[in-house]
């Protein structure tokens, strides 16, 4: 396993890390059980993964409870880094809708206090804004508290987690560019590459040791691992219901395109997508989406430093630009 230094905080993390939400959540196809959840974190941690990534809102507090009985006795041999901002105390949520957020200096310092609770700890690494919406970016009353939290010493960072069509390109840029963040997490993979190009420049002009991106969807929902193709029927409750099939179709498409460029280097798909992203400086860490031992020692082997050189990357680039010469979907 590889290591990186988490924007300006001096904290070594994993390249790859663990995205918790399939432990406390049955949103991508598989309820995992307490104990299997206990089981693939530890085994994480013996691979050398050591940063953790959770939310309170995943099973109301359940995957940060799990990684308090994973890693007791464990904490400085740890990295948490956990999100906050939606009221998973006064109101419930139904099926995948959005829940009500309070992006508020009061809820700040009452959610912190009950994630260090779940979490059996009194500091946490990192703490972000969980999908925030312009009107919470812009609060500045709300980044000075999460400025003073940091010289408490109850959080060592924080950092903005954007979701796509909730919090997004302009929510991103103002944060980057105006906010004393250290992270930044967005989706971002070799086929979906955009609006992570954006953040990888602004970042750069900022002073790329300041801000470290987080990636999380690099599979694609799971087309860039050969999980999903034309031909997969997701349940009802799968997040991944979101992907129309015209999408996925062409997806496999281009990933034929791709593979001439795997195969140079002796790769399947899944290690160029994953290689690719891991070429790129402003990239402190990737969150592949696990349900398995398995599937975690898959990527865990990918971080060995052998990645793509910059003229495969800006190849790849170009291919996405020009969309690899396919037309357009509409939206």
Same mark, same amino acid.
Request: aromatic share 10%; net charge negative.
């Given at each position: 396993?590889?290591?990186?230094?988490?924007?300006?905080?001096? @904290?070594? #993390? &994993?390249?790859?890390?663990?995205?918790?939400?399939?432990?406390?959540?049955?949103?991508?196809? +598989?309820?995992?059980?307490?104990?299997?959840?206990?089981?693939?974190?530890?085994?994480?941690?013996?691979? /050398? @993964?050591?940063?953790?990534?959770?939310?309170?809102?995943?099973?109301? /507090? +359940? &995957?940060?409870?799990?990684?308090?009985?994973?890693?007791?006795?464990?904490?400085?041999?740890? @990295?948490?880094?956990?999100?906050?901002?939606?009221?998973?105390?006064?109101? $419930?949520?139904?099926?995948?809708?959005?829940?009500?957020?309070?992006?508020?200096?009061?809820?700040?310092?009452?959610?912190?206090? %009950?994630?260090?609770?779940?979490?059996?700890?009194?500091?946490?690494? #990192?703490?972000?804004?969980?999908?925030?919406?312009?009107?919470?970016?812009?609060?500045?009353?709300?980044?000075?508290?999460?400025? %003073?939290?940091?010289?408490?010493?109850?959080?060592?960072?924080?950092? #903005?987690?954007?979701?796509?069509?909730?919090?997004?390109?302009?929510?991103?840029?103002?944060?980057?560019?105006?906010?004393?963040?250290?992270?930044?997490?967005?989706?971002?993979?070799?086929?979906?590459?955009?609006?992570?190009?954006?953040?990888?420049?602004?970042?750069?002009?900022?002073? $790329? &040791?300041?801000?470290?991106?987080?990636?999380?969807?690099?599979?694609?929902?799971?087309?860039?691992?050969?999980? #999903?193709?034309?031909?997969?029927?997701?349940?009802?409750?799968?997040?991944?219901?979101?992907?129309?099939?015209? =999408?996925?179709?062409?997806?496999?498409? +281009?990933?034929?395109?791709?593979?001439? @460029?795997?195969? &140079?280097?002796? =790769?399947?798909?899944?290690?160029?997508?994953? +290689?690719?992203?891991?070429?790129?400086?402003?990239?402190?860490?990737?969150?592949?989406?696990?349900?398995?031992?398995?599937?975690?020692?898959?990527?865990?082997?990918?971080?060995?430093?052998?990645?793509?050189?910059?003229?495969?990357?800006?190849?790849? %680039?170009?291919?996405?630009?020009?969309?690899?010469?396919?037309?357009?979907?509409?939206?």
């Amino acid at each position: 396993m590889k290591y990186r230094i988490l924007g300006n905080t001096g @904290i070594q #993390v &994993s390249e790859i890390g663990f995205g918790t939400w399939t432990l406390g959540l049955d949103w991508w196809g +598989k309820k995992l059980e307490e104990d299997e959840a206990i089981k693939m974190l530890k085994h994480a941690y013996d691979l /050398g @993964i050591n940063f953790y990534e959770t939310a309170d809102m995943y099973g109301k /507090g +359940k &995957s940060e409870k799990l990684l308090a009985k994973a890693f007791k006795d464990m904490r400085n041999e740890v @990295i948490y880094s956990t999100k906050w901002g939606y009221d998973i105390y006064d109101a $419930n949520q139904i099926g995948h809708g959005e829940i009500p957020q309070k992006h508020t200096p009061e809820f700040l310092d009452y959610a912190l206090s %009950e994630s260090m609770k779940r979490l059996e700890t009194n500091f946490i690494d #990192v703490y972000s804004l969980h999908n925030p919406k312009m009107n919470a970016i812009l609060n500045n009353a709300l980044f000075d508290r999460l400025d %003073e939290l940091v010289e408490a010493g109850r959080i060592k960072s924080h950092g #903005v987690a954007l979701g796509p069509a909730i919090g997004w390109e302009k929510e991103g840029m103002y944060a980057i560019e105006n906010r004393n963040i250290v992270c930044l997490q967005t989706v971002y993979n070799i086929l979906e590459q955009d609006p992570g190009r954006v953040f990888f420049d602004a970042v750069d002009k900022r002073n $790329n &040791s300041e801000v470290g991106i987080m990636v999380r969807v690099p599979d694609a929902s799971g087309v860039l691992t050969g999980k #999903v193709n034309e031909h997969t029927v997701f349940d009802k409750n799968d997040h991944r219901n979101n992907r129309k099939k015209e =999408w996925i179709i062409q997806a496999m498409q +281009k990933i034929e395109k791709l593979k001439p @460029i795997a195969n &140079s280097h002796g =790769w399947d798909i899944t290690e160029l997508a994953m +290689k690719y992203i891991l070429s790129q400086k402003q990239i402190s860490v990737l969150l592949p989406t696990v349900t398995s031992v398995e599937e975690i020692d898959l990527f865990a082997q990918i971080s060995d430093g052998n990645y793509l050189n910059k003229d495969e990357r800006l190849q790849i %680039e170009k291919m996405y630009v020009n969309n690899f010469d396919m037309p357009k979907l509409l939206a």
